[in-house]
């Protein structure tokens, strides 16, 4: 048998990564459908609520693109919907007039505490077991 390469294991390791986060975005994708939310969907509803952990608290758009795995554009997309759903609201920022304010709605607030469960159950069979 031969011996791997440290080489050949770094790449073993990123692809048991990747598979990993394929597996675990496909659950949660899959458990929160029915909620009429995808992975990311939720990943910005789970970040505003941290965020801003009162009603009518705000997060400038800005501070969420670097913590979701979308592109400004993308995430603004995802924000327009979440707004058209009634979850999210968005407002100019008065100070600096490019900027964008979201917050929660109650509504927003509410699905995302009834679905929270569903996606840490999700994270903690799938990063606690990630070859199951």
Avoid at 4 to 30: G, N, P, Q, Y
Avoid at 107 to 115: F, T
Wanted: proline letters at 3%; a neutral charge.
């Amino acid at each position: 048998m031969a011996v791997k390469t440290a080489e050949a294991r770094l790449e073993d390791r990123w692809r048991d990564i990747l598979s990993v986060h394929a597996r675990t975005m496909c659950e949660i994708d899959r458990v929160l459908h029915p909620h009429g939310l995808g992975a990311s969907d939720f990943e910005v509803l789970d970040l505003l609520a941290t965020e801003t952990p009162a009603d009518g608290d705000q997060c400038r758009v800005q501070n969420l693109v670097g913590r979701v795995h979308l592109s400004q554009s993308a995430l603004s997309r995802l924000i327009g919907r979440l707004e058209k759903d009634g979850l999210v609201e968005r407002s100019v920022c008065v100070e600096d007039r490019r900027g964008v304010w979201v917050a929660l709605t109650a509504k927003g607030r509410a699905l995302h505490a009834e679905v929270q469960p569903l996606q840490r159950a999700v994270l903690q069979r799938t990063l606690e077991h990630p070859a199951g």
